[in-house]
């Protein structure tokens, strides 16, 4: 008896799953496709990296993060985080007067 593809069940199985795994990807990449904005309508912004942060700033924000017992990266997340809260904060009640 002659075994093809078609009779191999293993094969069979094996050309399922390569196809199901592209199938998966595709809608992978078409769902990320979706969530990501237009290039055109992203704003232009600078990213904050150390590279551009003078080094005086930095052995500031060490100093002021060791005396709360933080690293640097956590210091500087919650001060931005309450930076960002004060300014909607004053922008709401600006917007209610």
Do not use: C
């Not at 500087?76 to 004060?86: D, H, P, T, Y």
């Amino acid at each position: 008896m002659k075994i093809n593809k078609q009779n191999n069940h293993n094969a069979r199985g094996a050309n399922r799953r390569g196809r199901r795994a592209k199938i998966n990807f595709k809608a992978r990449a078409g769902q990320w496709a979706r969530t990501v904005p237009p290039l055109a309508k992203t704003p232009t912004v600078q990213i904050l990296t150390i590279s551009n942060v003078p080094s005086d700033i930095l052995e500031a924000i060490d100093e002021l993060a060791a005396r709360q017992d933080r690293s640097r990266s956590s210091f500087v997340r919650r001060e931005l985080q309450r930076i960002v809260a004060e300014y909607q904060a004053k922008e709401a009640l600006s917007k209610s007067r």
